[in-house]
């Protein structure tokens, strides 16, 4: 009996040591020193950087003179000069229309003229005999004028018959082909004047105050390769409410013949500090 009462109270010695220390009470400064102890793992990691965001401004080259030339009249298309990617002239001709009925009136018109014209210098020799009235030389004169005016708008038509460039260049694309029959309107080939060219690109809002005509800057273009120096010629007139951005336009002024509209590539940002 004395053997059994011993070895229960042997068993029970653990459980009672496990039971004291859980409910030991934690003091303040046992609280301060379990603190301390556990690392902290905002002191372990290395202070963070700021670094500054580059400005990466996007730019594109823009033929400053491009235009549609579509055709000022109806008809066929006699004749096309030129084909796509192929150099013009100021002035040189474009496209031809066939144009024979304009052709004719304006001889019809020519006649007419001819003949108004004769009629009044005849009355005008009756006059001096006094073979007719003042009225009969006046409304001769007139009729010579209007034969006078029918020939100015003939001619103004077959003008039209077919287009000048209106500046050099190159054409970018045709849009009929030469036997077609077009209506007034209607387009007929796409020109730029690839040697006048404009850099293009949108700068932040704030960075408008450093940016007047005349600024320097580069311009590195993807598909070339190469940094241009370029110059601000102007500022758009107004700030885009939505991007807090302006639109700048730049001339290279590095002379290059490998230069061609639609290239673009990046700005140099120090040109807006």
């Keep these: 009996m004395i053997k059994r009462l011993v070895v229960s109270v042997l068993a029970l010695l653990p459980l009672s040591m496990t039971v004291a220390v859980a409910e030991t009470p934690q003091t303040p400064e046992a609280l301060s020193a ?47 000069k030129l084909r796509d990617g192929e150099r013009f002239s100021n002035g040189q001709t474009l496209v031809e229309f066939n144009c024979s009925v304009e052709d004719a009136q304006l001889n019809k018109a020519k006649a007419t003229l001819e003949k108004k ?29 209007e034969a006078k005016a029918d ?17 050099s260049g190159k054409v970018v694309e045709l849009l009929a082909r030469p036997f077609q ?57 107004k700030v885009d409410a939505v991007s807090q951005t302006i639109k700048v336009y730049g001339r290279i002024t590095d002379k290059s013949s490998e230069l061609l509209p639609g290239m673009s590539g990046a700005i140099d940002t120090a040109a807006l500090k």
Excluded: W
């Design 34 to 80: 379990a603190a301390v102890e556990i690392p902290s793992v905002a002191s372990e990691q290395s202070p963070v950087k700021m670094v500054d965001q580059a400005i990466h401004l996007r730019a594109q080259l823009k033929a400053r003179q491009s235009t549609l030339v579509s055709s000022e009249m109806g008809g066929r298309i006699n004749q096309l």
């Design 117 to 145: 014209n004769k009629t009044y210098e005849v009355n005008q020799r009756l006059a001096e005999l006094k073979s007719i009235s003042t009225l009969e030389v006046s409304v001769a004169k007139t009729e010579a004028e």
């Design 151 to 167: 020939v100015n708008v003939a001619q103004a038509v077959l003008q039209r018959c077919s287009i000048q460039a209106p500046f």
């Design 181 to 237: 029959s077009v209506r007034a309107g209607d387009p007929i080939m796409e020109i730029i004047d690839d040697k006048d060219l404009e850099v293009e690109f949108m700068a932040p809002s704030d960075a408008a105050a450093h940016l007047k005509p005349g600024k320097r800057f580069r311009v590195t273009l993807d598909e070339i390769g190469k940094t241009y120096n370029a110059q601000i010629i102007r500022i758009g007139g």
